[in-house]
C-alpha cells in the first residue's frame, strides 16, 4: 500500500467491515434484500427468464424455481457466457473470467461483472483485510511491509473466445479492471511484485527465488499467503536457497544480477544465526514479523502452531475468508482464529446438511437456521450470474456470536469411499487433532489414501495389495519411535470409527482393515510442494491434500 494512499485505504476497509457488522443485525432481511437485488437485475436475462425470475417472491419460490446445481450443470450456460453472447447469465456483461480447477480437469470460467464486484466481492473482500490494518498497521503502512506470496500477476492472460481475460483472481489487477485504485493488495506495490526481465514467468522457483532474495532487503512485518502450503514453503525455500541467498546479500546481487547494495555484514549476521540455530528461519530474516494471513483451519490447523514459531514468537496467524473464486462464504469481523461471519450482503447462502447426498433438490438451509457444530454443503447465488451454485465446499458453524453462526472451512465436499465409510476430509483432519491429543505427539502434515484390493464376495476381505484400508503419509514433529509410530496409528483409527459411522462400520464388518502410518522425513511434504511447482503448477494452486490420489506424489513423500 502506498504510504499516501493509507489513510483511505483504512477508512474503506472498517467502513465495509462496519456495513457487514451491521447487516448481521438483521440477517434474514440482508439476505432477502441480496436475493431481491440479483432477482431483479437479472430476471431478463437468458436464465432468468428460463426459472422465472421475475414471478419468484422469496426464498421459497427461488427454490421452487431454480435447482442446485455444481459447474458441469451451468457449463453451457458459462460457455455461452465466454463466448460473448449478452445477457445470457447476467445483465451486466463480464469484465474477465475468473479461473480454477474444474473437476474434470478443464479450467473453470467463471464470469465477473461489475456489479458483483461492486456488490458481492468488495465489500467482503475489503472487510477482510481490517484486522490487520487495525491491530498491524506498520504491515500494511509500506509498499514492502507485506510479503505477499498469493500476489501472482499474469503476464500475458489467457482469454475466453470472446477476448475477456481468462485467470485466477490472485492474477487480476483490480485498480485496473474495474476502477477500484484502493483494491490493491497489501504487498501488491512491492519492489518485488513485477519481475525483472532476466525471469522467465513461467519458471516458478526461480520467481519465488527472486522474490525471497529481494524481499530480504526489507523490513517485512506480513506474509499473506491464503493458501497456507504456501506459506510453509517458505521456510523450507529458505533453508534450500540459503548458500545462494547469503551470498547475493553480501555481493549485492539478485541470483546473481546486479540488486540492492553489498551487505558483508548482514549476509555474516545471517549466517551466525543460522548456525546458532541450527537451521535459517524466516524470524532471523524479518525479526520484526507481526503477521501470517493464510487459511487456518484443515490440515494447515495442525501445523500453523509450529509454523508461527519460525516467523517469530510474537507472529499472529489471522484467518483469511471463506471463499472461492465464484464468490465469498464467511470472513473475519474480529480476531477469531479460524471462523468468520457470513457474507450475507453478497448473495443468497444457503447450506445442506454434510452428511446428506447434495442433489438438484436437496433441502436447505438458510443462515439463521444453522446449529452450532454442524457441518454444511455450500449452495451460493449472486448477482454475478451464479444460481443456487453447489460451491463444493464444507463449512462448520463454530459457534453463535450476536446469535448469527460462525463459519470455518471443513474442507472440499470429496468423498472417500472404499468400502461405504463415507469419509470426508473434516472427518481425517478431526481424526488426525484426535489422534495427536490422544497420544502427545505432534504432526507437520499428512495425507491418506485407500489401499489394497476390495474381497471377492465371500472371501477374506484382502487382495494382493493387502487388505484394502486406509494409509497414511504423517510427518512427525521431531522423532518418532515405531512403539509411537504404532500408538498413533491405532488412536488414529478409533478416532476415524468415533467420526465416522460409516467408517466405524466398515471396520466392524472387516470391510477395512485398520489404518496403516508411515513416516514421511522431516521437510517431506515441503519437498513435495516445490516438486509439484518446478513441474509448471503456479505456487497458490499447490494445496494441501487430505485425499492422495497422486501415484507420483505418494512415492515421493514415502521415499520410494
Known sequence: MEAELFPAYRERVLAERAGLRTALGDVRAAQDGALRHLLSANADTEF???HGFARCRNVDDFRAAVPIADYEALRPWMEAAAAGRANVLSADLPVVFFKSSGSTGDSKRIPVTREFMRTSFFPPYYAAWANIVEHHPEAVRRPDATLNLKHDPAPAADATRSGRPHLGASQVDFG?????????EPGSRAPWSTLPSFVD??????RDYVRLRTAMAHDVRCVIGINPAVVAALPHQLVQWWPRLVKDVYDGTVDGRPGPAPDPERARLLDRLAERAGTPLPAHVWPRMEVLFCWTTGLASLYLPRLREVFGPGVSALP??????????????DRHPTAGSPAVTGGLLEFVDADEELSPGSDTLLCDELAAGGEYHVVLSHVGGLYRYALGDVVRVVDR???VPRLEYAGRRTLSDAAGERLREGHVVSALHGATRATGLEIRNATCRVTGRPARPGAPESGADGPRG???AVEPFGRWSREE???????????????????RAARASARLGAVDVHRVAPGGFAADWQARVARGTRPAQVKDRVFQNDDAAWRRLLGT
Open 48 to 50: 432468468g427468464r428460463r
Open 470 to 472: 486406509y494409509a497414511f
Open 176 to 184: 485496473r479492471a474495474f476502477g477500484e485504485r484502493l483494491s490493491a
Open 401 to 403: 456470536a450476536g446469535g
Open 320 to 333: 483469511a475468508p471463506a471463499a472461492a473464486s465464484e464468490g465469498f462464504v464467511a470472513v473475519a469481523l
Open 485 to 503: 509410530t504404532g500408538a498413533f496409528a491405532r488412536a488414529l483409527d478409533g478416532a476415524l470409527a468415533g467420526r465416522s459411522d460409516g467408517y
Open 201 to 206: 514467468p513461467a519458471d516458478h522457483p526461480r
